[in-house]
């Protein structure tokens, strides 16, 4: 069974920085997306940037520039890298991987950041 635990959430300073990890337990097919999402109170969940197998990002507008993923080589581990924090930036943050093969969609239980003005 796979399961996505996300860690390193927290309260920052608008301008500040933090480091989300998502650690990924379980067998996942080669042909797996994964990525970040995130919902604001009363929003919808958005993607924030998701990683194609071959290495390929998309990052949300309001991403590029401030947040970077990574993830490990056997997909064990996935971060996202936060840096220019700003107060819309508060949500709760999910890690996601899709898996195209199994037709499995896995998700985190959320780590919420809050970023203070």
């Known amino acids: 069974q796979v399961q996505l635990v996300e860690s390193g959430g927290g309260l920052v300073q608008a301008g500040g920085s933090l480091r989300l990890s998502c650690a990924l337990s379980?067998?996942?097919?080669?042909?797996?997306?994964m990525g970040w999402y995130r919902q604001a109170p009363g929003k919808r969940r958005e993607q924030v940037v998701a990683i194609s197998p071959s290495g390929t990002t998309n990052y949300a507008g309001f991403a590029k520039g401030r947040f970077t993923i990574s993830v490990n080589e056997d997909k064990s581990m996935m971060w996202l890298q936060m840096d220019s924090l700003k107060p819309e930036d508060t949500a709760v943050y999910y890690c996601?991987?899709?898996?195209?093969?199994?037709?499995?969609?896995?998700w985190g239980q959320g780590t919420q950041v809050t970023v203070s003005s």
């Open positions: 379980g067998a996942i097919s080669s042909d797996t997306d």
């Open positions: 996601n991987a899709a898996d195209w093969a199994n037709y499995h969609d896995y």
